[in-house]
């Protein structure tokens, strides 16, 4: 297997959720976390500000992803293996990397800055082939990420009768983020306190985005355009009891159309569908195997013409809306219907799902290929804004004007095809019951607390899962967490390996009872100064993953020996091959949270908001691991959050 997501011992899962690099728009208090702007949204009469920069206007000034050294590179790994070998392992994998280092090593790496010579990001086309568009497992459940609606906590608490309306006005809040995405009104993430671009390109995949099955690689087709490059498709595609809609929703004058004026045309598609057998779900087929799914859809199209055109008003749609039959109530039920709803009622090839549940509850389901998680937040966080500002009320007046009503889109099927969303189906369903959600409230202090000690949040909370790891299983856990290199050209991610031997001494203090207070303190302190180092590093792409599976690449399409580095037990121990034991991610402090599946079969995913005054924390883990258990994870990073809490309130008395 070539990358770190394809692997014999790990689930065929990529995390890559969120990182806190949220996008700013006109605001007028502003907080700073990893020196990425973070906004609090202004008023609507901002809006008809326009801003001084164009939303994609530095995207070719910015700076080429940077390459490391070889040497850099191999410093970090080698500290990385440190916690979770033994001496003479060690010795071993020292030896390894010397050998790489002077040998395999040295030549892939003269290759590698010679591509990087000539492409701006050397990584951008590998990623996006090797992590998500050439693994041929299925795409939902494993890969795509979910984001719960958070107005259920406050304005829009669950309540029978409100799925259409808030659908509606959600949509329409969604729809002026896409138009201020086509009018390049939206402004530009920084960092560096405002002062350095980061890449807009990921936002241009939000809206008229799909992925496209292949035989042996996938594909993405974008349609969105700004403005300035023309016109894009301006309906959506709504998908409720296994049928599918397509609707206008932008006029002629590039405006969406009013929250009334949509709800009518969803109360249209709930009357058509009341009291008629369900469809034939033919978004389940999204759920397949990436191959078989490439085959159906060849043979969708030989059946009729006509289906050919219906795939591409989906693939070509702004969003796709689903209206499930579900109430969830909470974040653990939502976030479990997010990523293991209906598949009767996805398009999970889509790049931007919005679920509305009956009970007025709701939810995203996305492609992670499209883009990282941190886009899913920031569109997310500017709804809510939006609700929160309005009392989740709309307030306006509608035109006197006709709109165009829904068309059903009624695929030509043959027994073949409902013989394989049945299996599609089953399929599916196995792998959405095999995952296993909880979030966990976790209110005695948050960001506040936390810096009033010095101590960096995200750091802390790193670190209180691995002690509530280290205590459960008595060993340290090989931990990802995902930093963002969005400052460069058509930048993603690079992996942060928080497991270090700081985090591993730190954890052994806290279980040991002969150590004392202040012996804790000042392991707690360099652990966490090492985190915002390391992690500083990661946002430059000085990490160690990216480099070394560029030139795990370049081994392969030369046809070389798979080098010692890749298949030394080392390798897999410390995380390498998708094996991070523990997956993580921060929305930082906005209440925004993605979520996704755990790497690992015999891990946890952690994904967490720092609010001032309290932490939420989103776990995962697969219900067929026998390692594993939700409720004991849950409870011991609890506890270890109250044991660093009075570690720090003690040292103050």
Not at 178 to 183: E, G
Not at 289 to 308: P, S, V
Request: net charge neutral.
């Amino acid at each position: 297997m070539r990358n770190e997501v394809q692997n014999t011992s790990a689930r065929p899962v990529m995390m890559q959720c969120v990182r806190p690099v949220v996008g700013a728009y006109r605001y007028f208090r502003v907080q700073q976390l990893w020196r990425v702007i973070i906004p609090r949204m202004a008023s609507s009469e901002a809006e008809n500000i326009t801003p001084k920069e164009r939303t994609f206007q530095y995207q070719d000034s910015l700076p080429p992803l940077p390459l490391p050294t070889l040497r850099e590179t191999l410093d970090k790994y080698l500290y990385s293996v440190k916690p979770h070998v033994t001496e003479e392992e060690y010795k071993k994998t020292e030896a390894v990397v010397k050998e790489f280092e002077t040998g395999a090593g040295k030549e892939l790496h003269t290759k590698l800055a010679e591509r990087a010579k000539t492409h701006r990001n050397w990584l951008s086309e590998w990623w996006l082939n090797y992590v998500y568009l050439e693994p041929r497992y299925p795409t939902p459940v494993y890969v795509n990420v979910v984001g719960p609606n958070p107005a259920h906590a406050h304005y829009w608490p669950p309540q029978a009768g409100t799925q259409l309306y808030r659908a509606a006005l959600f949509t329409w809040h969604a729809l002026n983020f896409w138009k201020l995405l086509k009018n390049e009104e939206f402004a530009v993430d920084k960092a560096d306190r405002g002062k350095t671009p980061m890449s807009m390109e990921q936002y241009r995949h939000l809206f008229n985005t799909c992925k496209i099955p292949g035989e042996k690689r996938d594909k993405i087709v974008s349609y969105f355009k700004t403005v300035y490059e023309g016109e894009s498709p301006t309906h959506l595609c709504v998908l409720h009891a296994g049928r599918i809609f397509t609707m206008d929703v932008i006029d002629d004058n590039n405006v969406p159309y009013t929250p009334p004026e949509l709800q009518r045309q969803l109360t249209l598609i709930k009357e058509k569908c009341a009291g008629q057998p369900a469809g034939p779900g033919i978004g389940a087929l999204t759920a397949e195997e990436r191959t078989k799914w490439w085959k159906l859809r060849n043979r969708l199209i030989e059946l009729d013409i006509k289906n050919k055109k219906h795939l591409e008003t989906i693939e070509k749609s702004l969003i796709c809306l689903s209206l499930d039959d579900a109430s969830p109530t909470d974040d653990t039920e939502i976030i479990t219907q997010g990523l293991c709803g209906d598949c009767s009622n996805r398009w999970f090839d889509k790049s931007y799902n919005s679920l509305s549940f009956s009970n007025g509850t709701g939810s995203a389901n996305c492609d992670h290929a499209a883009y990282d998680g941190i886009i899913l937040v920031v569109l997310s966080y500017y709804v809510d804004t939006k609700i929160l500002e309005t009392k989740g009320i709309w307030k306006g007046t509608v035109p006197d004007r006709k709109v165009p009503e829904p068309e059903e889109l009624v695929f030509t099927i043959d027994e073949g095809i409902t013989q394989a969303i049945h299996d599609a189906a089953l399929q599916y369903q196995e792998m959405a019951d095999d995952l296993d959600v909880h979030c966990l409230n976790f209110k005695s202090f948050g960001k506040t607390f936390t810096r009033s000690h010095n101590l960096h949040p995200d750091g802390l909370v790193q670190l209180s899962v691995q002690l509530a790891y280290y205590r459960i299983y008595g060993k340290p856990a090989p931990t990802y967490e995902t930093a963002s290199t969005r400052k460069y050209y058509m930048g993603r991610t690079e992996t942060c390996r928080t497991c270090t031997p700081e985090a591993v001494a730190f954890c052994k203090t806290m279980v040991d009872r002969t150590t004392t207070p202040t012996q804790r303190l000042q392991a707690l302190r360099a652990v966490n100064d090492k985190f915002v180092w390391l992690m500083g590093e990661c946002q430059l792409n000085k990490g160690c993953d990216r480099h070394l599976l560029g030139l795990q690449i370049l081994a392969d399409q030369a046809g070389m020996p798979r080098p010692g580095i890749f298949t030394d037990p080392s390798w897999t121990k410390s995380g390498g091959g998708g094996n991070f034991v523990l997956s993580s991610s921060t929305a930082g402090s906005v209440p925004i949270l993605g979520c996704c599946a755990p790497m690992h079969l015999d891990g946890y995913g952690s994904f967490y908001i720092i609010h001032s005054d309290k932490i939420r924390i989103f776990l995962t883990a697969w219900k067929s691991s026998k390692a594993t258990s939700l409720e004991k994870m849950a409870g011991s990073i609890e506890q270890s959050l109250l044991d660093i809490q009075q570690l720090l309130a003690s040292s103050k008395m």
